[in-house]
């Protein structure tokens, strides 16, 4: 399985920017996860194949939308108000795993990876 990020880049505070990542094949769970310098990795929010189920850190919550186009086997990330802590490298991942209890909450054990996209808010 193959992952591939695209949509990073720098934006002001309070900006947007959409992330996509392309899946050579789409797995139950997809999830984002963010990792700035420094700081350990982060999960950010997770979606389950058809959309049943996501769930979303509490520090990104109301703020990031999460969301697939299972035809093109697509996972977005949708971020708005962005906020300078929200910097860090975004990596997209995928498991085979259906966590669906947990509504494929990144806190669980995700084995597919993208390489990243950076994000910059400042």
């Known amino acids: 399985v193959q992952l591939v990020e695209s949509g990073g880049g720098s934006v002001q505070p309070g900006g947007t920017l959409r992330l996509a990542c392309t899946q050579s094949?789409?797995?139950?769970?997809a999830a984002w996860f963010r990792q700035a310098p420094g700081k350990e990795r982060e999960g950010v929010a997770g979606?389950?194949?058809?959309?049943?189920?996501?769930y979303y850190a509490d520090s990104v919550k109301g703020r990031f939308t999460i969301s697939e186009d299972n035809a093109k086997s697509m996972v977005y990330l949708q971020m708005d108000s962005l906020k300078p802590e929200d910097t860090a490298t975004y990596f997209c991942?995928?498991?085979?795993?259906?966590?669906?209890?947990?509504?494929?909450?990144?806190?669980?054990?995700?084995?597919?990876w993208g390489q990243g996209t950076q994000v910059t808010v400042s």
């Open positions: 094949i789409r797995k139950y769970c």
């Open positions: 979606i389950s194949a058809g959309g049943g189920g996501t």
């Open positions: 991942a995928a498991t085979g795993m259906r966590y669906v209890s947990t509504r494929c909450d990144p806190r669980n054990e995700y084995n597919y």
